[in-house]
C-alpha cells in the first residue's frame, strides 16, 4: 500500500471553456511540479483524450485512470471512472449516442479537439459536448456500472450542474458512497450544514480547465493500487486504505 496525491477531475482540451494550454505534456510537467502523482482526464461527455494523456502519464511515471464528467438531463454532473479502457471507450460510444444532437459552436465553445500524444491533432468534435445526455440521474449511474465503472456526482456543493443544486437534496437512490467536492470547500462546515453527508466519503479535485486551477484540488488516497477500484475501497475503508480531503 502507498498514499496517492490525486487529482481525479482534470479537463484537457477537448472541453468546451477549456484551455489549449492543457496539452498533455504541459499539464504532466504541471502536476509533477506540485506533486500529483495520480490523475484522470474527465472531458465532458468524452474519453476520447484519454488515450493521449494516459501515454503521456505513463511516460512520466505518473498514474493515470481514464475518466468522463457526464451531464445527465437534469443538468447534474456525474464522474465516471473505469480500470478497462476497453470498456471506457465501449461506455463512450454509448454515451455519446444518447448525447443531445446539437452541434459545437467553435466561435463561443472554441473548437473540440482530439489530439495525440505528440499534441497532433488527430480530429475535431462537431458535436457540442458541454450539453446534456438523454439518460436521466439514475440511467446514466446503471450506465457506468454496467461497464464497469465507478460513478461519483462531481462538485456536490456547487451552485449549478451539482445533485444538490438540480434536485435539491441526495436521493436515496442511486445511492453514492463517495461524493466529489470543489477545490475550495470547506468540508465540515459544509458537513454541519448537511448532516444527511456525514459517514459518506469525499473526494477533492481540481476540476482544473487551466493550469493555474491545478494549485489548489486534490486529495490522499492510501491504497494499493490507483486504481478505480481501490478509490471505492478506500472510500469504504477497506483493510486499512482510507482518503484525505
Ligand atoms: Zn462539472
Ligand atoms: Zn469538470
Redesign the pocket.
Known amino acids: 500500500m502507498r498514499s496517492y496525491r490525486a487529482d481525479l ?1 482534470i ?1 484537457s482540451v477537448l ?1 468546451p471553456c477549456g484551455g489549449l494550454e492543457m496539452s498533455p505534456s504541459a499539464l504532466v510537467q504541471e502536476l509533477k511540479h506540485i506533486g500529483v502523482d495520480w490523475f484522470a482526464i ?1 472531458d ?1 461527455n468524452s474519453v476520447a483524450n484519454c488515450p493521449a494523456y494516459a501515454a503521456v502519464a505513463a511516460q512520466n511515471g505518473l498514474a493515470f485512470t481514464w475518466g468522463v ?1 457526464i451531464q445527465s438531463v437534469e443538468e447534474i ?1 456525474i464522474l465516471a471512472y473505469f480500470d478497462d479502457p476497453d470498456k471506457a471507450q465501449r461506455f463512450d460510444r454509448k454515451l455519446y449516442d444518447s448525447l443531445l444532437p446539437i452541434k459545437n459552436d467553435p466561435d463561443y465553445f472554441g473548437d473540440q479537439v482530439i489530439i495525440d500524444e505528440k499534441e497532433n491533432i488527430l480530429r475535431v468534435e462537431p458535436r457540442a459536448l458541454m450539453n446534456s445526455s438523454t439518460w436521466d440521474l439514475a440511467t446514466v449511474v446503471q450506465e457506468i456500472e454496467a461497464f464497469e465503472g465507478l460513478a461519483i456526482p ?2 456536490i456543493d456547487a451552485g449549478v450542474n451539482s445533485v444538490i443544486s438540480q434536485l435539491g437534496f441526495l436521493p436515496p437512490y442511486p445511492e453514492f458512497k463517495i461524493l466529489g467536492i470543489t477545490a475550495g470547500l470547506d468540508l465540515p462546515k459544509y458537513l454541519a450544514e448537511h448532516p444527511e453527508m456525514v459517514g459518506k466519503s469525499f473526494i477533492r479535485a481540481s ?1 482544473a480547465h487551466y493550469l493555474t486551477d491545478l494549485r489548489h484540488g486534490s486529495c490522499i488516497i492510501y491504497a494499493q493500487e490507483p486504481t478505480a477500484q481501490e478509490i471505492l475501497f478506500a472510500a469504504q475503508k477497506m483493510g486499512g486504505r482510507y482518503i484525505i480531503v
Do not use: N
Open positions: 477531475h479537463h472541453s474527465t465532458h464528467e454532473h462531481a462538485h476540476d
